[in-house]
């Protein structure tokens, strides 16, 4: 977006003000608001408790695309969600850690 705004003879006159303060809000939010918490989280239950989380951002992408933007959710997607609910869930259900089971070997 940037670089049509820069390259192309578009006006950023043109671009609806509206538009550019919720672009600064949702960069804001996401990476400023979401990056924090994700560092809290790593402080507060550890990184290998945190890092099964991770696998849950495709998920949400899928269900904002959905809600925003109006996408279809296809099949495969819906697959793969549940795919990765149920890791997240086996790996949730687990009482050893993956560094608890190394240190055992």
């Given at each position: 977006?940037?670089?049509?705004?820069?390259?192309?003879?578009?006006?950023?006159?043109?671009?609806h003000?509206k538009?550019?303060?919720?672009?600064?809000?949702?960069?804001?939010?996401?990476?400023?608001?979401?990056?924090?918490m994700?560092?809290w989280?790593?402080?507060?239950?550890?990184?290998?408790r945190?890092?099964?989380?991770?696998?849950?951002?495709?998920?949400?992408?899928?269900?904002?695309?959905?809600?925003?933007?109006?996408?279809?959710?296809?099949?495969w997607?819906?697959?793969g969600?549940?795919?990765?609910?149920?890791?997240?869930?086996?790996?949730?259900?687990?009482?050893?850690?993956?560094?608890?089971?190394?240190?055992?070997?």
């Amino acid at each position: 977006m940037y670089i049509a705004l820069v390259t192309s003879t578009f006006l950023i006159s043109q671009y609806h003000a509206k538009w550019m303060v919720l672009h600064a809000f949702f960069e804001i939010f996401a990476i400023c608001i979401g990056n924090f918490m994700w560092i809290w989280g790593i402080g507060k239950i550890g990184s290998n408790r945190t890092a099964i989380y991770n696998n849950l951002s495709p998920i949400f992408a899928i269900i904002t695309g959905y809600f925003l933007l109006g996408e279809t959710i296809e099949l495969w997607q819906l697959i793969g969600g549940v795919a990765v609910l149920w890791g997240v869930y086996l790996m949730r259900k687990s009482k050893i850690s993956i560094v608890q089971s190394t240190a055992m070997k």
